[in-house]
């Protein structure tokens, strides 16, 4: 029996290795997911009336869709816009009529009609790091840190419409879409709740979801992109190698396509052929993000830079491959240091106890054992990939990583404690992301890496930066949560569970 009330959360992301070269199925991305998490909210019988579906996000001024659902010919469900709607959302339309058409094609259309017969009251809302919450803490005349954010209410309302609001680069389209389809596959009863367990990570309902939402959001993009943030929507941080695009092609329609879509997004389906590979941050260490207020146009930047390797190609592939080997021997050197933790958790422990005050450069002169030499690898790795990254921005025209930010990742990663950093997925101005040394104490007297970076970046004056409060999240992907356990914040955004 479906849920009365259904609510599925989607992290966001964050690239830390492998921009551009992402795009190829030939190179993996190292990719985190984020704690900022979006939720849907889905609940049957509803004052949006029956054969109605309603969304809101009532977190953007008129933000608010009503789609009429009724029986087509040959038992399709066929939606349409309410004529009341004051605007479209293209992402959440083609979710609803997609997964709608599938759940048809699956569990047929009298047992999906039952479902949709009573009214459908959808609500979709993400964690502030999403958007820029500059404007909330001047309104509070709080400081730019990690502890003023928990200071703002949880699911803020941005006073600005969808179309205007600042985001932060985290993958909201990804992790909403991600959390849309999920919440809907397991409302019709498409997939079972069970499928998004934390222990069942890989099975046949995710990896359903996730064909269908990378599908969703390709359509609603207009383009088949690399997929990297709707995959660690669905599984978590991972080692990405992307899905050949042709599998998709002949759905990439906007009209409802005529031959059915389970044979394409099936899991059995051979042509889906990603890699995902779990992996985690070492223990003891903490990712930091910041939005740098000098945003950049990502598609743009992407353009710039494959029209290069074309016209370029042997130049851009040696550069590449390059890369390709610096990124993985990046993460296989973090992946090393998250054994070393669980095997010989002394020597890790004394390592990162050493390492937490000392800047880079003093590193080498300290006790040394295998741990600290895989930090010492892990720094300089990330530098490495940070050079030859601005390379790749030199040789394109394209600021990957602007001088500014240059300047700015220089300064933090000399601070004690700080292993490395870089800008993340397709770089440009509007972040950093740095991997600290983070330990529940600190020796007396000694600052945290944490406060010497906030501190960097509160002084900082070339640009405005605004620390994020998302940390990795160790709770994997896309999950089930329990609406009882949500009452606060459901109430908050006017929802009673």
Not at 5 to 31: E, Q, R
Not at 257 to 282: D, G, K, M, T
């Amino acid at each position: 029996m479906t849920p009365q009330v259904t609510v599925i959360s989607a992290p966001g992301k964050v690239l830390l290795a492998g921009g551009y070269l992402v795009l190829d199925p030939k190179y993996s991305g190292v990719v985190v997911a984020t704690s900022s998490r979006f939720y849907t909210i889905i609940r049957s019988s509803t004052s949006a009336g029956e054969n109605r579906i309603k969304v809101t996000s009532p977190q953007f001024l008129g933000a608010a869709w009503i789609y009429d659902v009724e029986i087509g010919p040959q038992g399709f469900l066929l939606m349409k816009p309410s004529l009341s709607n004051t605007s479209k959302n293209k992402f959440i339309q083609l979710a609803l009529e997609r997964v709608l058409m599938l759940a048809v094609e699956l569990k047929g259309s009298d047992a999906v009609w039952e479902l949709i017969k009573p009214g459908v009251d959808i609500t979709i809302a993400g964690d502030n790091d999403f958007y820029s919450q500059r404007a909330q803490l001047e309104a509070s005349r709080l400081p730019s840190t990690i502890d003023s954010l928990s200071l703002i209410p949880r699911f803020a309302p941005t006073n600005t419409t969808l179309g205007d609001v600042h985001k932060t680069g985290l993958g909201s389209s990804a992790a909403l879409i991600t959390s849309l389809v999920c919440a809907l596959l397991i409302h019709l009863s498409v997939i079972t709740a069970e499928s998004l367990s934390e222990a069942n990570v890989i099975n046949e309902g995710r990896a359903l979801a996730h064909n269908v939402a990378q599908y969703i959001h390709c359509l609603a993009q207009g383009k088949v992109g690399s997929g990297f943030d709707v995959s660690s929507a669905t599984f978590g941080s991972q080692l990405y190698k992307r899905f050949d695009p042709e599998v998709i092609q002949a759905l990439m329609v906007d009209e409802l396509p005529s031959s059915p879509l389970y044979p394409i997004l099936s899991p059995s389906n051979a042509a889906w052929n990603h890699q995902v590979n779990s992996f985690q941050l070492p223990p003891m260490t903490r990712l930091m993000l910041a939005d740098v207020d000098a945003g950049s146009d990502t598609p743009s930047l992407v353009g710039k830079v494959l029209a290069w390797r074309k016209a370029h190609a042997q130049q851009a592939r040696f550069l590449w491959d390059e890369l390709a080997s610096l990124n993985d021997s990046f993460a296989a050197t973090l992946l090393e240091l998250g054994s070393l933790a669980i095997n010989e958790p002394e020597t890790y422990s004394a390592a990162v106890s050493t390492l937490r005050s000392l800047p880079h450069d003093q590193w080498g002169a300290s006790k040394h054992n295998d741990a600290t030499g895989k930090f010492i690898k892990t720094h300089k790795l990330s530098e490495e990939i940070r050079s030859k990254m601005r390379e790749m921005g030199n040789l394109s025209g394209v600021p990957i990583e602007p001088s500014e930010q240059t300047r700015l990742l220089d300064a933090c990663v000399s601070e004690p404690g700080v292993i490395g950093g870089g800008v993340p997925g397709a770089g440009g101005y509007d972040a950093v992301w740095l991997l600290v040394f983070d330990t529940p104490t600190m020796p007396e007297g000694v600052i945290s890496p944490l406060t010497r970076v906030e501190t960097v970046w509160a002084n900082w004056k070339e640009m405005n930066v605004s620390p994020l409060s998302s940390t990795e999240s160790l709770e994997r992907g896309a999950r089930v949560e329990d609406p009882s356990t949500l009452e606060s914040w459901l109430n908050q955004i006017s929802l009673k569970a």
